[in-house]
């Protein structure tokens, strides 16, 4: 028997199962997600990392690759309660501070929109790169504009500069860095959470409740009718400074 999900997981399951469809508000940000989530499949090998996993929805596809010998998983205590039932953790712990793990024991770490959640990100670089094999890698990826969330555990946002920084700090070396997004996706998915964010707090005030169960229809057609206009108005973007995110593979140097 399940324990019952809470608003937080619905709202993934719903993101999971039309995430890649316009019907979703958080359309252009899902879509952006998957990136990440491909590449981790593409280079896990060996003894793999999993830091901040969620849900991790590329579980299965990790563990039916032959290359990925172990998958281990690491949260925060808070992160891990909203999970722990459904998806069990091989440690709990607090990137910033010092990993469980020897040095050097690790081929493939994952850091998946994990990174604007870490109050210290060199110190967590650092770690990840003591953890990981001469040769291993980290497929990572963050966000650059996008609104307050999960708070209070929500503390940057990123270019594609500081990443470049940060990386080179920790002693790693960039293999690649895709930048994703651009100013009409990126408004899109700005215009659609303060929507729903909207609603979510009418939803909660007695007051309010009459008028969001009105308005909810029509504030999900008009998320819609945005996510058209930023497929169509984001061909028309070659500046391309709004970034939403941004997904980095880098490695540790034999």
């Known amino acids: 028997h399940l324990p ?51 849900r991790a929805p590329y579980r299965e596809a990790l563990l039916t690759k032959k290359s990925v010998k172990q998958y281990l ?3 925060h205590p808070q992160a891990a309660k909203f999970y722990r039932a459904q998806f069990p953790l091989d440690y709990t712990g607090d990137v910033s501070e010092k990993l469980p793990l020897r040095s050097a024991s690790i081929d493939t770490v994952i850091l998946l929109m994990v990174l604007e959640h870490v109050p210290n990100p060199q110190q967590a670089l650092a770690q990840i790169a003591r953890v990981l094999r001469p040769g291993g890698v980290l497929i990572a990826s963050t ?14 946002r990123y270019t594609e500069f500081a990443l470049r920084v940060l990386v080179k700090k920790a002693g790693l070396k960039m293999r690649s860095i895709q930048s994703r997004g651009n100013f009409a996706t990126t408004i899109t998915v700005l215009v659609n959470v303060q929507i729903f964010q909207t609603l979510k707090y ?12 009105l308005v909810a229809p029509l504030a999900w057609l008009l998320s819609i009718a945005f996510n058209l206009a930023g497929l169509i108005f984001g061909l028309f973007d070659p500046i391309k400074h709004l970034r939403h995110s941004h997904v980095i593979v880098a490695y540790k140097a034999r």
């Open 4 to 54: 019952p999900m809470n608003v937080k997981e619905i709202g993934e399951r719903f993101g999971d199962r039309f995430g890649s469809t316009i019907a979703h508000p958080q359309f252009f940000a899902k879509r952006e997600a998957q990136i990440g989530r491909r590449l981790a499949v593409h280079y896990a090998t060996g003894i793999v990392l999993d830091i901040g996993p969620g």
């Open 143 to 156: 966000i650059q504009t996008y609104p307050l969330h999960d708070a209070p555990y929500d503390y940057f």
């Open 202 to 213: 009418l939803f909660r005030s007695p007051l309010g409740l009459p008028l969001a169960i």
């Open 73 to 75: 998983t690491l949260d």
